[in-house]
């Protein structure tokens, strides 16, 4: 029976580094604009918006557990409390797919 768990660790042994992903060359959440002011903001959101607000526009009753941006920073969206909505986590999830859609066309476009 062994004295010790085996090392799972793979050793650099003069095999090329790894690709670097694109998570380690994303700015930190304090970079992006999401600081002590926006932790604050989200409570309020919360706060004010128990409810999804997609999810009651179409009927449904759900809890809200993000503060999303109405308008995308990255679209010229503000901190403002009126570009906050509180929202759902599968609604965040679809409206940010959306989101990254329209980001990406207008990319690929000259």
Do not use: F
């Not at 690709?19 to 959101?45: C, F, I, P």
């Not at 999830?93 to 990406?104: C, N, P, Q, Y």
């Amino acid at each position: 029976m062994p004295s010790r768990p085996p090392n799972l660790r793979q050793r650099n042994r003069g095999k090329p580094a790894a690709k670097v992903s694109n998570w380690t060359k994303r700015a930190s959440r304090q970079e992006r604009g999401y600081g002590r002011a926006h932790d604050l903001m989200r409570e309020r959101v919360l706060t004010e918006e128990p409810l999804c607000r997609i999810c009651d526009a179409a009927g449904r009753v759900t809890a809200s557990c993000i503060a999303d941006h109405i308008v995308p920073k990255a679209e010229g969206g503000t901190d403002d409390r009126e570009n906050y909505q509180g929202c759902c986590d599968p609604c965040h999830k679809v409206k940010t797919a959306r989101e990254s859609k329209r980001a990406r066309a207008r990319r690929a476009c000259p």
